[in-house]
């Protein structure tokens, strides 16, 4: 498919995720098939700006991972900012410059980037920033850019006003997650105003926020008119998420049923997931071949990944208490890791 002037293999993309879409992890995603973009966890162009060399690490392996994207941040106090971030940038192989337009994490919205541009948007004097951030990475950049936000800071109709906005700035295509900033994570979707965002505006529009399978991201589809659909927090406990929907999709009969989590998740295939991925930074990282990384890496995934198991609670426990990554991996791969979910 084409979203904007940007062929993906697929309408699945990955989210961008602080501390989860890893080198190793968008390697291991790209690998399990099904996906048509990946991006990097969001950089701040001020940390780029003044200290270009401490983003390199989440920048590894891009231009091998391709169709690729790479997130900003910006509250567009400083254009000079914006405008060395994206100078640096041009120097690494990816498609797509995205900006964070929506994110509600405390340390985002201090910055005066993602939600903050929501809250500030309708304030005087302040309405200008968003519109700025985007302009200047339009006039800078050499590749396409791209909107990620949310439907607004407290009131849903909000969004109606700045998507005209961004789409007569230029941007490529827009990712509306459908909820405010307030919500964060909670609430449901609202469906009913992306699809009044996508009849309103030409540029391509991805949906995002709930997707967790087939069914909810046909329902995505359906109810939103989107182009695209965005997947983040269910990727965490399924990184064949985007194997599964982009298999379902290509199937003659739609309504085959995946097995149950417990099933597709067999202790072995959690172990080939670690594995593979310990493997690739062990074989390719420049930055985050250590034991430390390593194992925060492992750890945090077999979380993820066991979630829903039969005693995984028991386990988890187990896992969090390891404080080493030797030890981690012996128990990972010892029998008493599988025993301990049937105790």
């Given at each position: 498919m084409k979203l904007g002037s940007i062929e993906?293999?697929?309408d699945l993309l990955l989210a961008p995720l602080m501390d989860v879409t890893t080198p190793s992890f968008r390697q291991l995603i790209c690998d399990l098939g099904g996906v048509g973009m990946v991006v990097t966890p969001m950089v701040f162009v001020q940390q780029i700006a003044l200290a270009p060399k401490t983003v390199l690490p989440h920048l590894?392996?891009?231009?091998?991972?391709?169709?690729a994207s790479v997130q900003i941040v910006a509250s567009g106090r400083n254009v000079e900012h914006i405008k060395k971030a994206i100078d640096f940038l041009s120097s690494f192989q990816f498609d797509i410059l995205d900006i964070n337009g929506g994110c509600p994490a405390t340390h985002t919205m201090k910055s005066g980037g993602g939600g903050a541009l929501l809250r500030d948007y309708f304030r005087e004097g302040d309405k200008s920033r968003f519109q700025k951030i985007i302009e200047t990475a339009i006039k800078f950049s050499s590749r396409p850019v791209s909107v990620k936000t949310r439907l607004g800071y407290e009131r849903e109709d909000e969004i109606l006003e700045i998507c005209k906005m961004i789409e007569n700035c230029g941007a490529e295509f827009l990712t509306?997650?459908?909820?405010?900033v307030k919500q964060k994570y909670?609430?449901?979707?609202?469906?009913?105003?992306?699809?009044?965002v996508k009849n309103q505006i030409e540029i391509p529009i991805v949906g995002n926020g709930n997707v967790i399978d087939?069914?909810?991201y046909k329902n995505m589809k359906e109810k939103t008119e989107c182009d695209a659909v965005?997947?983040?927090?269910?990727?965490?406990?399924?990184?064949?998420?985007?194997?599964?929907?982009?298999?379902?999709?290509?199937?003659?009969?739609n309504d085959f049923e995946f097995p149950p989590f417990t099933e597709r998740h067999t202790i072995e295939k959690i172990r080939q997931y670690l594995q593979r991925n310990n493997q690739f930074i062990e074989s390719s990282s420049q930055f985050w071949n250590t034991d430390r990384f390593k194992f925060a890496e492992m750890r945090r995934l077999a979380i993820w990944f066991i979630k829903g198991i039969p005693g995984?609670?028991?386990?988890?426990?187990?896992?969090?208490?390891?404080n080493n990554f030797s030890d981690l991996k012996s128990y990972i791969f010892s029998k008493s890791f599988e025993e301990d979910f049937n105790q």
């Open positions: 993906l293999p697929t590894e392996h891009i231009e091998n991972q391709s169709p509306i997650h459908g909820r405010t909670h609430g449901e979707i609202n469906f009913d105003i992306i699809k009044q087939y069914e909810s965005m997947i983040g927090r269910a990727v965490m406990s399924d990184p064949l998420i985007f194997n599964k929907i982009w298999k379902q999709q290509k199937s003659s009969k995984y609670k028991k386990v988890r426990e187990k896992l969090s208490k390891i």
